[in-house]
């Protein structure tokens, strides 16, 4: 140390306002790493969704495969699968009470299976391109695409008990209350049996549904739908929904599922404004469509992918996936 100069001594500890900064930088470094936390925290619970969480779906789920022809049952709370050979590819299917009625178009078939044993107990010949089928006053009701006509058939005996000249390429076919409406697909028409052309907005409607108190129509070849009052038969408001519209389905509620072959997706409208609900991609040519029993979810069947897909109606969010075999088309979802 040189003479003269003066040992430096340590400064002593700041005190008062100076060590009061000091601390709460200390606290405020400490609290960011929780914050951060927290803010994380509350951004995924803000994902989730409100309310009681939806219950397994369950019962079973009846599927026409096309590549080949056969009827898949698909248990939905355990993912088994039963199915039976079928003389031909299924276009559509009803049930009426243990009986599943299915149109095998290219066959010119109508068969009849036995549920729970999936026994094909009978057959039908009928000529001209079985397609569509529904319930309607105590028979069967299909449409012939080639014969353009509809057939009434007595569900005991097979027996043919009435038949109607109807537009070009009847498709699909809906009852309500007593009447019977079919999509002429070549005629861009719908018909009410007996009663003549309801509404012809063209663009080819394959498929038809009654969704609350409204005839809906998807217009595969326009890319949309066409609502038409049943109250005031002729006035369609016609929705545009996207590529390839195949099926159109009754969600209850006033909702309208469809099933958009084009784009790979189901999406879900309001009847009554025509507006989108919700839209999700769902596979390759997207098909049937079928309501489970207690209304809370959609089951949509991707021919293209071989897979089935069940939805929560109220969000449109898959809670389960299978794999079906031979090309998923027409479904119907039914109890145990």
């Given at each position: 140390?040189?003479s003269g100069a003066?040992?430096?001594?340590?400064?002593?500890?700041?005190?008062?306002?100076?060590?009061?900064?000091?601390?709460?930088?200390?606290?405020?470094?400490?609290?960011?790493?929780?914050?951060?936390?927290?803010?994380?925290?509350?951004?995924?619970?803000?994902?989730?969704?409100?309310?009681?969480?939806?219950?397994?779906?369950?019962?079973?789920?009846?599927?026409?495969?096309?590549?080949?022809?056969?009827?898949?049952?698909?248990?939905?709370?355990?993912?088994?699968?039963?199915?039976?050979?079928?003389?031909?590819?299924?276009?559509?299917?009803?049930?009426?009470?243990?009986?599943?009625?299915?149109?095998?178009?290219?066959?010119?078939?109508?068969?009849?299976?036995?549920?729970?044993?999936?026994?094909?107990?009978?057959?039908?010949?009928?000529?001209?391109?079985?397609?569509?089928?529904?319930?309607?006053?105590?028979?069967?009701?299909?449409?012939?695409?080639?014969?353009?006509?509809?057939?009434?058939?007595?569900?005991?005996?097979?027996?043919?008990?009435?038949?109607?000249?109807?537009?070009?390429?009847?498709?699909?076919?809906?009852?309500?209350?007593?009447?019977?409406?079919?999509?002429?697909?070549?005629?861009?028409?719908?018909?009410?049996?007996g009663e003549g052309?309801?509404?012809?907005?063209?663009?080819?409607?394959?498929?038809?549904?009654?969704?609350?108190?409204?005839?809906?129509?998807?217009?595969?070849?326009?890319?949309?739908l066409a609502f038409?009052?049943?109250?005031?038969?002729?006035?369609?408001?016609?929705?545009?929904?996207?590529?390839?519209?195949?099926?159109?389905?009754?969600?209850?509620?006033?909702?309208?599922?469809?099933?958009?072959?084009?784009?790979?997706?189901?999406?879900?409208?309001?009847?009554?404004?025509?507006?989108?609900?919700?839209?999700?991609?769902?596979?390759?040519?997207?098909?049937?469509?079928?309501?489970?029993?207690?209304?809370?979810?959609?089951?949509?069947?991707?021919?293209?992918?071989?897979?089935?897909?069940?939805?929560?109606?109220?969000?449109?969010?898959?809670?389960?996936?299978?794999?079906?075999?031979?090309?998923?088309?027409?479904?119907?979802?039914?109890?145990?």
């Amino acid at each position: 140390m040189r003479s003269g100069a003066r040992a430096q001594r340590p400064s002593p500890p700041a005190k008062g306002p100076m060590r009061a900064q000091q601390l709460g930088r200390l606290a405020t470094l400490a609290i960011i790493p929780v914050m951060l936390l927290a803010i994380v925290w509350a951004r995924d619970s803000s994902r989730q969704p409100s309310g009681r969480p939806l219950p397994p779906p369950e019962g079973t789920v009846l599927v026409a495969t096309l590549r080949e022809p056969a009827l898949v049952a698909l248990d939905v709370g355990t993912g088994g699968q039963r199915s039976v050979v079928l003389p031909g590819a299924a276009h559509e299917l009803l049930i009426v009470g243990d009986r599943v009625y299915v149109t095998l178009g290219r066959a010119d078939l109508l068969a009849e299976v036995q549920l729970p044993s999936l026994a094909l107990l009978r057959t039908l010949r009928l000529p001209g391109e079985p397609h569509g089928i529904a319930w309607w006053e105590g028979q069967l009701a299909v449409s012939l695409d080639r014969a353009e006509e509809v057939v009434a058939i007595d569900p005991v005996t097979l027996a043919e008990r009435r038949r109607w000249r109807v537009g070009e390429t009847p498709h699909a076919l809906a009852s309500f209350a007593g009447d019977l409406f079919v999509a002429e697909s070549r005629s861009g028409t719908v018909r009410r049996i007996g009663e003549g052309v309801v509404t012809a907005p063209g663009g080819m409607p394959e498929s038809v549904a009654v969704v609350g108190s409204a005839l809906a129509a998807a217009l595969t070849e326009a890319g949309a739908l066409a609502f038409v009052p049943l109250a005031e038969p002729g006035a369609a408001r016609i929705v545009p929904v996207g590529p390839r519209p195949v099926r159109v389905a009754d969600l209850g509620e006033g909702l309208a599922a469809v099933a958009l072959s084009g784009s790979g997706q189901a999406a879900v409208y309001r009847v009554a404004d025509g507006e989108l609900v919700w839209r999700v991609r769902v596979g390759q040519l997207p098909d049937g469509l079928c309501r489970s029993p207690d209304g809370r979810y959609l089951a949509v069947t991707a021919t293209g992918d071989d897979r089935l897909l069940v939805l929560d109606v109220a969000s449109g969010t898959a809670v389960a996936e299978y794999a079906v075999r031979g090309g998923p088309g027409a479904c119907l979802w039914v109890g145990r």
